[in-house]
């Protein structure tokens, strides 16, 4: 397996996911700030310009960070991310798709490239204004999921990761984490494969 990642970016929840694994694989860096993503020799690997990118043993590429994810889990199922709960399962695709499609790309865009929102330049601060509220009320939903929780669902799962790196983005944009999420954050930042992952990116 090789995963295409950019340091920091939502790729990093996939980076830890393989760790958690510990089957081996590859990595190779996309450089998002030059547009990499957009140049012909990683068009021909995923045409959406986009990572986290999984080209798999077979030859096969996988995109999107839940498909990557779940397919990662079952795949995997001895490494234990994956609750055998129905439950549980229909909770952590739950949380994921909205930390993803509303937290991230609706919040965090909207924080970090006001531009690709704001019809002119005049309004990108309201845009990121915007951007923040979305955030921050996802970070308290969040917190309201892991009350009473060590993880997202209760067992370690897949839906931590996703949770870790909007997390991760919290404390690089200074947004304060509420107790839960703090919490939560710590506990993933105390994982030795979180750990790996994030030396592996140059984070730690």
Sequence with gaps: MKLYYSPGACSLGIHVILEEIGKPYETQRVN???????QPTFLEINPKSK?????????????EFPAIAYWLANKYPEAKLWPDNLELQARALE??????????MQGFTRMFLPKRFAPSEADAEA???EGL???????????????GKDYVVGPYSIADAAAFYIEFWAEG????LPANCAAHYARMRARPAVARAMQQEGLA
């Design 51 to 63: 990572v986290p990118t999984l080209l798999r043993d077979d030859g096969s590429v996988l995109t």
């Design 32 to 38: 998002l700030r030059q547009g990499e993503q957009f």
């Design 95 to 104: 949380i994921m798709d909205y930390l993803i499609a509303t937290v991230h």
């Design 173 to 176: 944009q200074k947004v304060p």
């Design 127 to 129: 845009v990121r204004k």
């Design 133 to 147: 509220r979305i955030f921050t009320n996802g970070l308290n939903l969040l917190d309201k999921t892991l009350s």
